[in-house]
C-alpha cells in the first residue's frame, strides 16, 4: 500500500488550500484515513480524520475551517484548509489505518506566510 500527497504549498494568511491523497494497492473496505500535521520542533498531530461510513473527527484548532473528505471509489481522502493561519504551517502527513496496520504518506508542505 503506498499513500500518493499532493497540494501542499505556500498561500497568504486567510487563503484556502486542498490537499489529496490516494491510497494506492489492495484497499479495503472498513478502513479510517486521515491527516497529520508536524510543525517545526513539534511533535505530530492529528488534523483529522473519516471513516469508511463518512464519520468524521476533527481537532479543536481547525473545528470550522478545514473539511476532509473522502471518495472510496478512488480511495482518496483530501482536506480542505480555509482561513489559513501562519500557524498552520506544517509538513502535513496522509494516513491509512487498515486490518490494523497503519501507513503513511511522504508528507506535503503547507506554508501560511505574507
Known amino acids: 500500500v503506498q499513500l500518493q500527497a499532493s497540494g501542499g504549498g505556500l498561500v497568504q494568511p486567510g487563503g484556502s488550500l486542498r490537499l489529496s491523497c490516494a491510497a494506492l494497492g489492495s484497499i479495503f473496505s472498513g478502513n479510517i484515513m486521515g491527516w497529520y500535521r508536524q510543525a517545526p520542533g513539534k511533535q505530530r498531530e492529528l488534523v483529522a480524520r473519516?471513516?469508511?461510513?463518512?464519520?468524521?473527527n476533527y481537532a479543536d484548532f481547525v473545528k470550522g475551517r478545514f473539511t476532509i473528505s473522502r471518495d472510496n471509489a478512488k480511495n482518496t481522502v483530501y482536506l480542505q484548509m480555509n482561513s489559513l493561519k501562519p500557524e498552520d504551517t506544517a509538513v502535513y502527513y496522509c494516513?491509512?489505518?487498515?486490518?490494523?496496520?497503519?501507513?503513511w504518506g511522504q508528507g506535503t508542505l503547507v506554508t501560511v506566510s505574507s
Open positions: 473519516i471513516l469508511s461510513n463518512g464519520g468524521t
Open positions: 494516513n491509512l489505518i487498515m486490518r490494523g496496520l497503519e501507513y
